[in-house]
């Protein structure tokens, strides 16, 4: 059912020293920061030949980051996002299958404006999965 990966999310405490990485040290494209309040987090999109990495800072004072920078200093792997055709079929197939979906299970615009869910990490081999109508 999953399709193509879109992206890999990474938080990083500072954006500036995440894109400077990104951009002057792997010598990728980086976009100008977007802040993103509805989810608590400023974002920069590293566009790759074949996915985006996204690499997120939190904002604001309850940011669903803050935690997981907390456990992980130096920043890390977030999340990855992988593309479905029907986000609605999507979220009914993780329920048969047991998956637990995060919040109300109703999909919510993501950072590309489309509808995403997420899904519970102790579900799916210890990684946050967000699925993203494409
Ligand atoms: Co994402």
């Given at each position: 059912m999953i399709g193509r990966l879109n992206h890999v999310a990474i938080a990083v405490r500072d954006l500036g020293v995440g894109t400077a990485i990104y951009?002057?040290?792997?010598?990728a494209a980086v976009s100008q920061p977007l802040p993103q309040p509805d989810h608590g987090v400023t974002v920069v999109f590293v566009e790759l030949p074949n996915t985006k990495i996204e690499l997120l800072e939190p904002l604001g004072d309850?940011?669903?980051i803050a935690g997981f920078l907390e456990k992980n200093p130096s920043g890390g792997i977030h999340h990855v996002c992988y593309e479905v055709d029907d986000i609605y079929a999507a979220r009914d197939r993780m329920v048969q299958n047991g998956a637990r979906v995060l919040g109300d299970g109703e999909p919510r615009k993501g950072a590309h404006n489309k509808p995403v869910l997420f899904l519970h990490p102790k579900d799916f081999c210890g990684t946050l999965v967000e699925l993203e109508q494409a």
């Open positions: 951009r002057d040290t792997l010598g309850n940011s669903p």
